[in-house]
């Protein structure tokens, strides 16, 4: 294929400046181990002839890499035994996608994904609609997750003491560990892995423990430290007053796509259901779900405790003590058909777990809006338990299955030392990070679309993982691993999964795999657990110059697990517009009592350890209070680190608060990139905000006269309308416009010069001040206007109308006058000022580049397009098979990831459509619709449902 | 005019009036094959050697056909030859296409006057005979020439040195083709 | 003007006669030697213009994200840069053709130089937006070509309204200039003492002999295309203005733009030519044609012009509160005290407040003062724009786009080095040609010899 084909042409240049010698030493010593030297001669006939004299190190390993590469993308097609989704032609067409369900398994959690390939290419991921843990919803994480499959950076090959080895010389050695330690039950043998809900991970680890009982199973996962035996499921859907307890459920855990669902639907207000749920949330630091509450109280992130028993006292006497947020909760809970539902954080004390409980309890929503089940994680013994064995001598060897413990423990944890002191540690992982280099041995990890898997949901339900494409660099599952060393060399990864499921007939299992799901999985409830009394801690009185330190896993690169894609790096953090790396933020007030502005640079130091960040303003914050985002600083071979790693802050005891950190100002600036400069809408009627009270409102459209004639769309009229009101701000539509319509990633420099290329995004503005501050989101793509602005000044139709009323951009026409750009009120139009995308063959991330979608050169003009390649296939496929194109068969990328369903995308012509009753509907609006651009794109107000929005004028 | 006078008798003057004197002389005696040369227009110089030109009217007609030719093609080009809805404004958008056309006039006109002046002037034309002349040259800014056409003339050319020697020519010579 | 008030210097020194004035113009470009300062300033200029080709090339290989632009400003230096030129560009057409048809006397002797002065300003204005294309090598798609790739210009885009009108007025002012100079031409050509520059003007002069029937033809011809030039000169700027007044972003969208445009042509078209006039008449004797007389009567249009300028200024703030539109408001509250605030002041000063020195006959008669005032004035101008196309782009409807905009080095090699290059090139031009009309000032001379 072409791309082995250039791929070829670069080496051979490398070739040329190569010197001989050790090369073939490292081929030899490879090929006694078979395989490679076949394969690369294989690829690269000519090469192997002419390869002669000396070559470094790095040199062999690039082709190595490159060679193991290309033999993946010459296996690029699916793996036999796979089914496809829908029902499939006979044979693949040329240039039709298929759709494959499979999962991704995020933090241990399985996300149901249908995944499109192009001839065995994955390019996209949607979610499965069939799934609880997606419900056809993706987040930012899901939708450029395909990144990571294709990113250079990925280990290629298999390590020992960094030299290149193989899989087979793996195995071996695990067959010698095997026979070292089954005679002695296991004892000194230990595995470490990360969250996991595999059954078949569960089944090998028992299977292994059933011969070697004393093999100890350590768990760290630095997202969710806690891994209580029973966890809470909830169904805020039945819920009309919801209370989060400093709870982020709509952007964390693995619910949180289920939540925005079930919370979206409970808060949809349209002109025959008038009626929304109400979401009280206590918040330490700003989060999404904080936002999106209607009353909402500022606490110290310390204090939670403290708030918690005071709303519980309230709540026992009725006495509507305390502030408006107390004061109205026990209005609210008072009224007799009130369905409340109270949600404690996932890293919640065992105070306001159980006061959650007892609450929920007694306001009669266990087993309605919340159901407990038993955890569907393995179960393992913490960090902390591990250095003390490996300390102790009780460990002696380690299997490494995922986490990058040296990147993730908490800094007062010498996981370092520890690790060090072993005879062996061997690693499993999809990059080479300190802990793979610090390993003895290494072993590439198969991307979960490469992998024969398994994963439970966060409410139990199970799915298999079936892989879309070959390992493109001979990546190996967790379970080959651990089968290795239970002495099964000969299994496939398919047998291993298949082998955990016997109570499924092969038509069952072919059913699963089509399905994304078994049926009847999900875990049963169970009792919720034991009420226990705790009593609240103190919070630690917050003497007014001390400083409290919040370390929260970044919304995107988690606890650095997805830390090397570039498309989360460049992506801006929902609530900072953040890009490329992590700050320490802090209220104007706070920034005020430190002396520091805005990008000044910090020095945080905590017990003797100490981390040095950018200032970064964020109104959002409470006093005194200082948040900084985990997950950055991981480095791996390959790529370069981005941001800080503020792991080296947390303590072992977890809880993501450090009180009394001291902040030192140094003489140095560093820019924070962000993508948004501006806050306030200037009192402009940008986005629409109505108290609950107030709908339906009078709909003022004000009859614009025209001088323009009218245009008849012949056969649709494409539109579309984004709900405010559902919008929760957490950027999966952009993330998926950026995969689908092939935007480059331009780096950090560019952004900080306004260049970013994302061609929709969510604006973010802060309306009010003080404790009823709040902020709204609303996404921005291009409103297809009916009387565009930017089409009548391009000097050479590069930008005109489709029949079907979208706003075309021809970029094989522009010739770059930006006037367009100029012209948009909007501003949605991007401009390719340098050559963003790289057109190299030998590039693997060009495999990752949507076929339909064609890749835009320097010096034009892009712009959203309705996803004109979707609407487009859809109208070929009505053509062909005569048959009208039926409401909501055509989505866009933005609104297919939408978990919260909040765009509608239609046929306006279609009165019966769904984005037509939307842009029917009393609060629907346009943007700037003074201008009488006529767009498209339609807006529906935010609702605001606060008990005191009688009075509120909403702004 | 005539045809274009470029042998014959050539007087030099020193000033304009003296030129113009001369001219009118020639006319008295009948002389209509007359060319003056002068270092800057001279004012009345052209009437009394009856020059016209019809160059505003060619410049007129020029302007017409630009501006003609440049409406059209808009016209042609976005009802007939490519129609699509830009931006929701009307195919014929006259008021539009106004600019263009109002440039491609002034552009069309100029055209026209500039080669037409050069035409109508039979230039470039590098030699002529009068270059010939040792008492002609441009270079000082006080020299007037008057050149008779010898062939048409009554008078000999004896009578005409006489002729010229009365009104003041500082030089008398002849100019052959 | 006919009769001028005996306080007035004379357009024209009495010292000036028929055989003086060809000597003294062709001197420049026949004499054998030049002053040394003269060749000091072309090379330095020179360098200036090294400047411009290196900032040139660097765009058109690395991309024209090397220039200061972002989204929402994509439009900044270059277009600033364009409509600077072009309004210098304008002095020239006006002076030939306006005071020609108005017979001002006055403008015999500084035309030339003028015309000069537009023929460079506007070829400098026309290369900007190509430069700034991103892909520029496709600039010709603007033209009605029967190509295949693309059908036609979009007809209804300012832009192609901009090529037409630019490459007209070259065209026009390019014909109006050469034909001017083919007396002059010939002129040099018989007092050229070298063969080669006996041929060279030969040749340029197109065999020129100074007939009275080709002098009846040629100022014919030169009063049509002056009559012609005249309703150009006008459309020129107003179509630049265009850009901008069809555009909806508040800033640009501004009825008032095409006359204030226009005017603050005529302005910085003025400042010019007194910069350029002050130094020639000083380094190469020419007072006795360009006198005190035209510096006066230069400031005095400058004078008028600034004054209209100036009342652009006060409508559009005046038109933004009155229209009550809350975004025309915003714009003028933030060029007054947004981020480019003091960008917007120093331009007051410069075009406003240095202006009404030119009240005072003792300023408009003093040779060096004008020149400063005149820098003054073209910096304030270069301002004016910068305040009109960026300070706008920066903070339009959605404060989500609002953004600032930071120029780089090649955005001031470009500025620098086009001037450098504008300036090379008039050197270049009074070393070669008649940098005054000699027939012209011999017309003049005599005429005003019979007014007595």
Redesign the interface.
Known sequence: MSVTGSARGTLRGRLETAAPARFWQVLEEVSAEGGFSHRFSAEFPEIAERLSGAVDRRTTLKLMGAALLSAGLAGCKPSKGIAPYVDQPEFTVPGKPRFYATSLVLDGYAIGVLGETHEGRPTKLEGNPAHPGSLGGTDAIVQTAVYTLYSADRSRYVRRGGQPATWGAFQAEMAELRDTYVSRGGAGLGVLIGAETSPTLARQLDALQAEMPALAVYRHSATTPRNPAVVPVYRFDRADVIVSLDADFLAEGPGRLAHARQFSDSRRVRREAAKMSRLYALEGVPSLTGVAADVRRKIRPGALDEAVSEIAAALESGAPAGDKFIAWLVADLGAAASRAVFVPPLDASLYVEATALALNQRFGAVGDRVIYIASPEIAGAPLETLVTDAESGRLEQLVILGPDVLHTAPGDLDITGALQRLARVYHHGLHVDRTARLAHWHVPAAHDLESWSDGRAYEGSASILQPLIAPLYGGVTKHQVLAALAGDFTSSAQELVRGTWPSLNDEAWFEALKSGLIEGSAAAATAPPAATSVAPATAVDGATDAVDVVLRPDPYFSDGTHAANLFLAELPRPLTKIVWGNTAEMSPDTAARLGVAQDDVVELSANGRTVVLPVFIHPGMPEGVIAVALGFGREIEGSAPIGVNAFVLARRDGGGVLSEVTVQKLDAKEHVVTTQHHHSMEGRDIVRELPLAAFPPERNEPAQPTL??E?ENPEEAWGMSIDLNACIGCMACVAACQVENNSPVVGREEVARGHEMHWLRVDRYYAGDGDDQRTLFQPVPCMQ????????V?PV?AT??TADGINAQVYNRCVGTRYCSQNCPYKVRRFNFFAYQDFAEDNPLSLLMNPDVSVRERGVMEKCTYCVQRTRAAQIEANITDSPITDGSVMTACQQACPSRAITFGNLKDRSSAVAREKGEPHAYALLEELNT?PRTTYLARIRNAPDSEEDDGE | ?AR?VDSGLLAMFRS?EALLGAVDRMRELGLTAL????????TG??ER?G?R?R??VW?FIG?CIGGAA?FG??VY??LL??P???????LF?WP??L??T???V??G???V??F???I??Q??????P??DAESF??????RFYLLVGGTDSHLGIAELRKEFAELGAETIEEVRA | MASDPPRDPPVLSPGAT??S??AAISAIPLGPKLPRRFWWGFGFFFALTLVFLFSVTWVLVEGIGTLGLDIPAAWAFPIINTVWWIGIGHAGTLISAVLLLLRQRWRNSINRFAEAMTLLAASLAAFHPILHLGRPQYFYWLL?LPVTHM??P???SPL??DF??I??YL??SL??WY?GLI?DL??L???AKRRGAQVAY??LA????????????????YF??AA??T??VV?VHS?IA?DFTSAIIPGYHSTIFPPYFVAGALYSGFAMVVTIAVPLRAFFGLEAFITLRHIDNAARVMLGAGGVVAFGYVSEAYFAWYSGDEYERYMIWNRAFGDYGWLFWTMLACNVGALQLLWFRSVRRSQWTMFALAMVINIGMWIERYVIVVTSLTRDFLPSAWNTLAPTWTDFGLLAGSLGLFFALMFLFVRLLPALS???V??L??ELKEAG
């Open positions: 323009y004639p245009y206007c009916e009387d565009a602005p930017c089409e009548v391009c139709n005109v109308h006529k | 005019m274009p304009p060319e003056g040369f002068t270092p800057y227009p001279v110089l052209p050697l020059a030109t160059l505003p410049t302007g440049i093609l808009q080009s976005v030859n490519y699509i809805n830009v931006g929701g404004r009307p958008s539009a296409f600019v263009p109002f440039e491609c002034v552009l006109a100029a055209l006057a500039f037409g002046m050069l109508g002037n230039l470039p034309r590098l030699h002529h009068v270059f040259t441009l270079a000082t800014g006080d | 028929p055989r004035i060809p009605p059908p036609w979009q007809w209804r192609v309204w037409f009108a490459g007209t065209i026009v014909l109006f034909m007396p010939a002129v050509r018989d007092r030969g040749l197109l065999g020129w002999r100074g007939s009275a029937h080709h002098w009846h033809r040629f100022e014919t011809a049509l295309i012609l030039a309703p150009l459309s179509v265009l000699i027939s012209e011999e017309e001379q005599h």
